[in-house]
């Protein structure tokens, strides 16, 4: 019994002690950071905003040689015209994936892009894009980005004929400088479902034995391309 009242005394001795040197100093525990917010602060989160080109291209830009009758089936150009984009949306990055510190994978999140082209009337498609990015940082504040996203797009030939959605895709490149932002991309898809709308030839004054005025057309077995590349210049931040 009076060895067991020893050892207590000498166990909670110790304690108070160790306790003594704990309150005269001060316990500072380091300040964690990541290496990409020191070495390559573009592989974060980031958000961008641009303005830009549109420019379309195959049969959805060529001129059209009958009506918009064969254009909506896929039989003949669309004349569509160069026009304006507007995107804005972010990337987010996997920080877990055993890639070199100067690059990083992760989600490229369009949650608006907005096209605007040129025909008679207008062309206008907005999107929602879910996709990936791949960045690589050759220095410090410049990013190189390659992008996939899958566009859920609806598509409008003016104020009153609605296209169905389309299911589109975009490959692009891009690259940000500190606050800049420049990129390119090319979109693509295929439109098929039911057009009831007003056609119209592309050229009024060439009456030739295949023109056809404007008239009140429902298409039953619509079917084209939609492809135009996008160029854009914002910011990034």
Do not use: W
Not at 137 to 150: E, Q, S, W
Not at 216 to 225: A, L, R
């Amino acid at each position: 019994m009076k060895k067991n009242t020893i050892l207590l005394l000498a166990v909670a001795f110790q304690i108070n002690s160790f306790a003594s040197v704990l309150d005269g100093r001060k316990i500072v525990m380091p300040l964690r950071i990541s290496p990409e917010q020191t070495s390559f602060p573009m592989l974060r989160f980031s958000y961008y905003l641009s303005l830009g080109s549109t420019i379309p291209t195959g049969t959805f830009g060529s001129t059209r040689k009958q009506s918009t009758t064969a254009a909506y089936q896929g039989y003949d150009g669309f004349g569509i015209k160069s026009g304006y984009n507007l995107y804005t949306g972010f990337y987010f990055y996997f920080k877990r994936l055993p890639l070199p510190a100067n690059q990083k994978l992760g989600i490229n999140y369009t949650i608006l892009d907005v096209n605007l082209m040129g025909n008679q009337n207008y062309f206008s498609s907005s999107s929602t894009s879910p996709g990936i990015v791949y960045s690589y940082c050759p220095k410090k504040r410049l990013a190189i980005d390659a992008t996939a996203n899958v566009c859920f797009t609806q598509l409008r030939f003016d104020s009153n004929d609605k296209i169905n959605f389309s299911l589109m895709q975009e490959i692009g490149l891009a690259m940000r400088l500190r606050l800049l932002y420049i990129s390119i991309s090319f979109k693509n898809g295929k439109v098929n479902g039911l057009y009831d709308g007003t056609t119209v030839a592309d050229h009024i004054s060439n009456k030739g034995p295949s023109y056809i005025g404007s008239s009140n057309t429902t298409i039953t077995n619509t079917s084209f391309k939609v492809n135009y590349f996008n160029f854009k210049l914002g910011v990034c931040f």
